[in-house]
């Protein structure tokens, strides 16, 4: 795999990052409060060590619904001016990267959508890693453009790729996500033609926005600072 490399800003973001930004909540306040985003399950100070980015491998389905997950990790990519590139061992596209001032790995499964497993497996194998120091980006049907969200643990929620994850991880759920919203087409026969193909202008908009967003606050995810990560992402909403 390749040597590690420096995230740094590029200009565009560095101007980004300038501009003024809507107050987050106080994550410490509200962690205190009824029906606060934060649950305690997820405060704990476990720092991410691999991203995982889902989606389907080849030209037909880039920039779809359904590869929002690998468009995270290949901005992430970008942003820390690496190049994915092939890891047979993983079945997927690697990276590795110091992000946050944390050793991480970065994976693109170039596994079907439905065999994700056979990369986050055997990466999480190789590197000894705990199913907590892993984070699943992927697109998120429950959730309409413009929204998303961190979670841990749970079930797949009838996504293909989680739940061969899950499989692949001895049926163990206890990893963070990134859920990406792409809505709900509205009856579930659609479903499929849905996710596999290309958002509007307007939706693929928003969800550049929430990848933005979520590549903001992953430095406060990836230290383990799990509480801040949350409610500052969960409270996004892209407009």
Known sequence: MAPSTTCR??????????????????PVREAALPG?????????????ALIVGLGNPGPEYHRTRHNAGADFVSALAAQCGVTLKPEARFHGLAARVQFAGQDVRLLVPTTWMNRSGQAVGPALNFFK????QLLVAYDELDLPPGEVRFKFDGGHGGHNGLRDIIAALGNNRAFHRLRIGIGHPGAREQVSPHVLSRPSAADRRLIDLCIEEALHVLPEAVRGNWPIALNRLNSFRAG
């Open 9 to 26: 800003w590029p200009r565009y973001w560095r101007r980004r990052a300038a501009l003024p930004r809507k107050p987050h909540p106080d």
């Open 36 to 48: 606060s985003l934060v649950s305690p399950r997820t405060q704990v100070s476990t720092p991410l």
């Open 129 to 132: 890693l705990a199913p907590e």
